[in-house]
Every structure is written in structure tokens, then in C-alpha cells.
């Protein structure tokens, strides 16, 4: 009988080890859950910044097209303006 008394005092005595540890898993999962949230909001915070600034770019390569395009348009008015003023110049010379 006072075998069994031990034995189950041993018992208990393991089972509070097991408890203790349980619970010292238990708050190092919830750190590192914690942890993993705060950087996956991080990321997402750093996916978010990087589409604001993708479209900014995007727009701001829009506009610098169409400057592009507006000065190669006045480029070719140009030239023919200046084609034009050759022509009358070299008629003015000619009478």
C-alpha cells in the first residue's frame, strides 16, 4: 500500500512537470503566433507601400508618354514649318 502511495504521489508529481511544461509551450506558441501576425502584417504593410508607389510610377510614366508624344508631334510641326520656310524663302530669292 505504501508503494502505491509513492507511486501515485511519483504520478501526480510528473504530471504537474507535464503540466508546467504544457504551459510553458503553451506561451511560447502564443509569442511566436504573435510574432508571425505582426510580420505578416508587416509584409502586407510593405505590399501595400510597394502597390501605392508601383501606380504612382505608372502614373507618372503615363504622363511622361504623352510628353513625349506631344513634343514628337511639335517636332514634326516644326519641321514643317520650317520645310515651308525654305520654300518661301528660296521663292522670295528666286523673284
Known sequence: MAELKERIKIIQNELEILKNESSEKDKTLHK???YFQEEVHKRDKGY??????????RQKKEIVDQQINEIEKQ???????????LQLRHQYEVT
Not at 48 to 55: I, Q, S
Not at 75 to 85: G, Q, S, T
Open 32 to 34: 511566436f503566433r504573435t
Open 48 to 57: 501595400a507601400e510597394l502597390n501605392k508607389l508601383d501606380f504612382q510610377r
Open 75 to 85: 517636332n514634326v510641326i516644326l519641321l514643317a514649318l520650317e520645310k515651308e520656310m
